[in-house]
């Protein structure tokens, strides 16, 4: 069937109602505080000033000797003690041998001074930070699936108890190995809750308001970030600060609990009878009037499972109907008039989505059967974002193939139930998709998460230099939308990539103070923000182009593979910073490298402004040879309309 026939429901049942409102609302709720556990480390695993602890009846000059850093200047050494304080010159020294002391000057108390983890070559903070990460990438490769084969809701309802348990018993961690395996779980359920709400939303908005379902949400994680660090300035110990944090979202969780499946989804896998009760929930939830005849149960001897009933409610004669019988689809024989639009499909077995049948609800005005749109209609399909296509009897636009053949060509890839697997990702053309995207995610995690947590190390106070971070981030989100409005998605993603390629290169080489002994850390901060500008700017449109490239059975799959590959970056990118210890500015050149890669492939990808969703390989087929070909015919996406909001 035609891909925007859901989009048809839900518009009838008013497109922005409550339903898409209260999801909308959830999820920059959970936008205000989730993102906090992703970078809260950068205060709960710093390091501060520390040094041997001082034997009892001497001073710090007679027990710590002094050593030389890297600055030339002479501090009290870290991790060396006297032997003997009384005879320091003859003596020599050691490993501190009763613990430390830590300097409260800046950081409280964090995971390093509550297990002692200094003075060995022990990356606690970086290990803590990559466990989250890669818990995320198997959280991602798991719930994708589970949410497209028992539903967004209980995936989603699931995964957020796991998270709340877990991030409470985090607070209470006896050792640092209990917290790692509490960060694992917390990184796993996490990731089930983004993919899962973020995909719910999006199968909740026509293309109209996708707009503001995708971006606005973004910059609650910019806020996040900035209220991470006041918390983190005014609550100096890791326990209750993890506790701050997380209280707010177990508040949000119960609220996940009223609401509804996702309509998207039952259609998608034929529940014809769940999706004509969620649909009188939904007009009853949105205030609406349900149509006379919202559901049919159809005879099995047919052939199919059943059929929802939704007039399209137009002043125009327009009546199209789509048996899908027996895995084929036929055109109907001669059809009555009736004084209001009707759109009639009915649901095979074999079909993807359940499609409209108001066969019954009242009668068409007006016979068409050369299958043509009336000017009332196309004005009804560009006001929604709806792709405009040929006729349906030509069966061409709508279906990519003539439409006998459209349940074979489909579906060749995908199982004969509508659902694809992961080996479907890495067929042709969807591999192009695969690969380009999830490179794409890869350096964002990388080059995102290398910024954010370098910030402690720049010149200043770390804890301005992180709210600095994450207010430039706003202006990125906010310019987002109306720039991948007006020009094409992946020129945007390109220049922002190029951008942190230009800023990267500028932190390798300049260096932290002139010959003449000019302080130049503020320019490196410069270049650090600016570099968190375009990082941030590229990730409206990497999002836009994961629900917009991967055809519909294969879109969650898809999500969640490339985040893994993207959570890979995230992985990495501590161990990279790290790295700059022993190869000065290591981490920048690498982050560098990658962006200038992902700059010259995103390219490749095909223009989404001007298209729907697609639901099969063979409709994002045809958007790869549109791209090679000038566009004739179709309506802009209204994605992006200014006056959307």
Known sequence: MAPTSTDEILEQLNPFGRVQKLFFGCMIYFMLFMPMLDQSVIFMGATPSHHCSIQDGYNINESIPLEENGDGEFVYSQCKEYIDPDNSSVSGTQDCQNGWEYSDEVYGETIITEWDLVCQPNPAAEASQSILQFGGMLGALLFGPLADGYGRRPTLISTLILYDITMLVMCFSPSFYVFLGLRLIA?????????????????????????????????????????????????????????????????????????????????????????????????????????????????????????????????????????????????????????????????SETSEDVGLDVNGCQEATESVSSGEKTDEEEKYDQKNGFVNSKSLTDGEEAFG?????????????????????????????????????????????????????????????????????????????????????????????????????????????????????????????????????????????????????????????????????????????????????????????????MSFLTATTILTLPDTRTTAQPQTADDLRDMFRTKKEKKTTGVENKAFEDDTV
């Open 187 to 347: 990184g796993f359920s996490q990731m089930g809750t983004w993919v899962t709400i973020s995909c719910i939303v999006s199968e909740y908005m026509i293309p109209k308001y996708r707009n503001i379902s995708v971006n606005i949400p973004q910059i609650g994680i910019s806020f996040s970030l900035m209220l991470l660090a006041l918390l983190a300035f005014l609550i100096r110990d890791w326990r209750y600060l993890q506790l701050a944090i997380h209280a707010p979202i177990i508040a949000g969780s119960f609220v996940v609990i009223f609401l509804p499946e996702s309509l998207r989804w039952v259609i998608g896998r034929n529940k014809a009878e769940e999706a004509g009760v969620l649909i009188r929930k939904l007009a009853k939830i949105n205030r609406v009037d349900v149509p006379s005849c919202i559901y049919t149960e159809l005879d099995e001897e047919k052939g199919s499972v059943g059929s929802v009933n939704v007039s399209v409610g137009s002043d125009s004669a327009l009546h199209y109907e789509h048996p899908m019988t027996n895995g084929s689809i036929k055109r109907s024989p001669d059809i009555d008039s009736s004084p209001q639009i009707e759109k009639s499909y009915e649901l």
């Open 401 to 593: 193939d003539p439409i006998e053949e459209v349940n074979q060509s489909g579906s060749k890839d995908m199982k004969s139930d509508g659902r694809g697997t992961y080996l479907d990702l890495f067929k042709p053309p969807v591999l192009h998709v695969t690969v380009v995207i999830g490179i794409c995610r890869f350096t964002f995690s990388l080059v995102y998460f290398g910024f954010a947590l370098n910030t402690g190390q720049l010149a200043g106070d770390p804890y301005l230099n992180f709210f600095l971070s994450a207010l430039v981030e706003i202006p990125a989100k906010v310019l987002s939308p109306f720039l991948y409005a007006r020009y094409r998605r992946t020129y945007i993603m390109a220049v922002s990539y190029g951008g942190c390629c230009a800023a990267l290169i500028s932190m390798a080489f300049i260096p932290n103070e002139t010959k003449s002994g000019t302080d130049l850390g503020t320019v490196i901060v410069v270049m650090s923000l600016l570099g968190k500008f375009f990082v941030t700017m590229a990730f409206g449109g990497m999002l836009l182009l994961v629900m917009e490239l991967f055809p519909t059975s294969l879109r969650i799959m898809g999500n969640g593979l490339t985040l893994c590959m993207g959570r890979i970056g995230g992985m990495l990118a501590p161990f990279i910073l790290y790295a700059d210890a022993f190869l000065p500015s290591f981490s920048s050149i690498l982050m560098a490298v």
